[in-house]
């Protein structure tokens, strides 16, 4: 079995990885409480009463925890996934899984000199069942070649709940790093591109004046071999949506399209996980609510095996890579 552990508990994606490595089979051994967000943690509580609280010293300490789930702040993740292979486990990051380049070679050599696997949990595909139907209907070649990825990410601000390091894009890496790693990677992913280039990308401050490092918009244009692909993120989630992001992904295809409303349709059908599929025989909606989430699994099976079914190495790496690029090449947009 599967033993695992928390270190850095400061984004609510780590609910993600704690949940679905129990429904793996995974033993949860427990966490360290240490966080920049009090709130987070009392929920965390709550939600796992038994979980032991550990010192961070001891956790990465103990030779029986296989995996070391990090959702720290964005500038620690590295430095801790470092570590955590350097004691001899695997890692699951949140994403963004580095910030800078000096980071990504890092984590790269420990990877190399340990053997141990770095996976980011890319949440929006990880852990949408919309996305998961995606993935295997493209695969069927229900739309033919994947040529074009156009993914939205809006998000909801909710100032006050967030933390001062928030604001500063030396600690989240700058937007393009933090959000739009997720459409970064479902444009590798759907198009089946081992790596891609960025040929343009921007950023900008349209509404906070106030907070003038802020980044609350975002858009980046890829392209591969296969495909290209557009990308939008944002704060700008209005308050009257009932979710916190109107997330969206089309998927185009030489035969047909797929698109995913994943987390709302909004003025249509209730609850998440809706999918449109359109090609030359049918003009279909799929609800995707029961669809299974293999990642978790797939990562346990890794861990177990020294495969890569979950998501190869190089992969991640090129996510880590793009996201980068196209935050540090980004034109500034609107005038702050």
Same mark, same amino acid.
């Given at each position: 079995?599967?033993?695992?552990?928390?270190?850095?508990?400061?984004?609510?994606?780590?609910?993600?990885?704690?949940?679905?490595?129990?429904?793996?089979?995974?033993?949860?051994?427990?966490?360290?409480?240490?966080?920049?967000?009090?709130?987070?943690?009392?929920?965390?509580?709550?939600?796992?009463?038994?979980?032991?609280?550990?010192?961070?010293?001891?956790?990465?300490?103990?030779?029986?925890?296989?995996?070391?789930?990090?959702?720290?702040?964005?500038?620690?993740?590295?430095?801790?996934?470092?570590?955590? /292979?350097?004691?001899?486990?695997?890692? /699951?990051?949140?994403?963004?899984?580095?910030?800078?380049?000096?980071? #990504?070679?890092?984590?790269?050599?420990?990877?190399?000199?340990?053997?141990? &696997?770095?996976?980011?949990?890319?949440?929006?595909?990880?852990?949408?069942?919309?996305?998961?139907?995606?993935?295997?209907?493209?695969?069927?070649?229900? &739309?033919?070649?994947?040529?074009?990825?156009?993914? /939205?990410?809006?998000?909801?601000?909710?100032?006050? +709940?967030?933390?001062?390091?928030?604001?500063?894009?030396?600690?989240?890496?700058?937007?393009?790093?933090?959000?739009?790693?997720?459409?970064?990677?479902?444009?590798?992913?759907?198009?089946?591109?081992?790596?891609?280039?960025?040929?343009?990308?921007?950023?900008?401050?349209?509404?906070?004046?106030?907070?003038?490092?802020?980044?609350?918009?975002?858009?980046?244009?890829?392209?591969?071999?296969?495909?290209?692909?557009?990308?939008?993120?944002?704060?700008?989630?209005?308050?009257?949506?009932?979710?916190?992001?109107?997330?969206?992904?089309?998927?185009?295809? +030489?035969?047909?399209?797929?698109?995913?409303?994943?987390?709302?349709?909004?003025?249509?059908?209730?609850?998440?996980?809706?999918?449109? #599929?359109?090609?030359?025989?049918?003009?279909?909606?799929?609800?995707?609510?029961?669809?299974?989430?293999?990642?978790?699994?797939?990562? +346990?099976?890794?861990?177990?095996?020294?495969?890569?079914?979950?998501?190869?190495?190089?992969?991640?790496?090129?996510?880590?890579?793009?996201? #980068?690029?196209?935050?540090?090449?980004?034109?500034?947009?609107?005038?702050?």
């Amino acid at each position: 079995m599967l033993r695992f552990a928390v270190v850095g508990i400061d984004h609510s994606h780590t609910f993600d990885h704690v949940k679905g490595l129990l429904a793996a089979g995974g033993e949860f051994v427990g966490y360290c409480p240490k966080t920049s967000v009090p709130a987070l943690i009392e929920n965390f509580k709550k939600t796992y009463p038994d979980a032991p609280q550990i010192d961070r010293e001891t956790i990465f300490a103990d030779p029986s925890i296989d995996v070391i789930c990090i959702s720290a702040i964005p500038r620690d993740r590295a430095g801790l996934a470092i570590r955590a /292979m350097r004691a001899g486990k695997d890692v /699951m990051t949140d994403k963004p899984g580095v910030t800078t380049f000096a980071q #990504l070679e890092e984590v790269k050599k420990a990877v190399a000199e340990t053997g141990k &696997i770095f996976s980011i949990c890319f949440s929006e595909r990880h852990c949408v069942r919309s996305a998961v139907k995606a993935a295997k209907l493209v695969k069927q070649g229900a &739309i033919g070649q994947v040529i074009q990825t156009l993914g /939205m990410g809006p998000h909801r601000l909710q100032l006050p +709940t967030r933390p001062d390091w928030f604001f500063d894009p030396e600690a989240f890496g700058g937007i393009i790093v933090d959000i739009a790693s997720h459409q970064i990677d479902q444009f590798l992913f759907y198009s089946g591109s081992t790596s891609g280039e960025v040929v343009a990308s921007a950023i900008g401050n349209f509404g906070m004046p106030e907070k003038p490092a802020f980044q609350d918009f975002g858009e980046v244009l890829l392209r591969s071999d296969k495909a290209s692909g557009y990308v939008r993120v944002d704060w700008f989630t209005p308050e009257a949506l009932p979710t916190w992001g109107d997330g969206r992904l089309t998927i185009l295809g +030489t035969k047909g399209y797929i698109e995913l409303r994943k987390y709302i349709d909004i003025s249509g059908r209730p609850g998440k996980d809706h999918l449109f #599929l359109v090609n030359g025989e049918e003009n279909t909606y799929i609800d995707c609510s029961s669809e299974k989430l293999d990642y978790f699994e797939a990562f +346990t099976a890794d861990v177990r095996d020294r495969t890569e079914t979950a998501m190869t190495q190089s992969h991640v790496y090129e996510v880590c890579r793009l996201s #980068l690029e196209a935050q540090a090449k980004a034109s500034r947009l609107g005038g702050r």
